[in-house]
């Protein structure tokens, strides 16, 4: 073994088409400051080319690697391997909960980014390449409110986490809750009350905070959602007295 280098072992979750899941043990030498996510890409390469996952970015901006690593959701770009386990430990990595898996360590977010859609989410505003002369982008004139949405990676791991969406499949989830207060406070757009004022919008989270534990990018969708049913109530009381406007 290399001076300063690890022994440990990836226990992979591995599922094909109908067949039944398993865990797939792979021995590697890894050094300790190394993250998860190269000893997954390392399997790939030197083990076994069949291997599926998510990657892209690797310095959590694309949230495309959210993966369970020993039971808790992390962005394997950005978790040390010294993080997770001890010298000649196991590193055991499962695709997100609460999401159908299609291979191994993916999961389909169709139905994800469709609520994420369904929340208004914000527009972005196009940012130019880091090329001289630098000339700003024009700012669209549509009488919008713009803002770049440079929060929420859109990596689902608040979903994983949620004790909600595992029993309730559907419910919004916290990523579009907080997608739609987020919208809430720039347009005050009446409309997304309505959307979220449901038996499986904001009064369907128990207000664990699981979501924003996990959450990468301090984004909090736990406390969004208490913020968005404080605004339900607020425009409740303002329909029964004739107030809303």
Known sequence: MTEGHWHVTFCIYRKKGDQPPFYQDFPLEVDPDEYVLDGIERIWAFHDRSLTFRHACHHSTCGACGMLVNGVEKLTCITPIRAVTKNGGTIRVEPLRNFPVLSDLVVDMAEFY???EQAHALQVVPVAQSTLPYEPPPFPDDGLPHQRLNDCIECGMCVSACPIALTAS????????????????LTGEKSLLSLVDCADGVWRCHSGFECTAVCPSNVDPAWRIMELRRQVIRHRIQRIFHQDR
């Not at 916290?174 to 739609?180: C, D, E, K, S």
């Open 114 to 116: 469709l609520r994420m």
């Open 170 to 185: 559907s419910y919004q989830g916290p990523a579009a809750l907080a997608a739609t207060q987020q919208t809430y406070s």
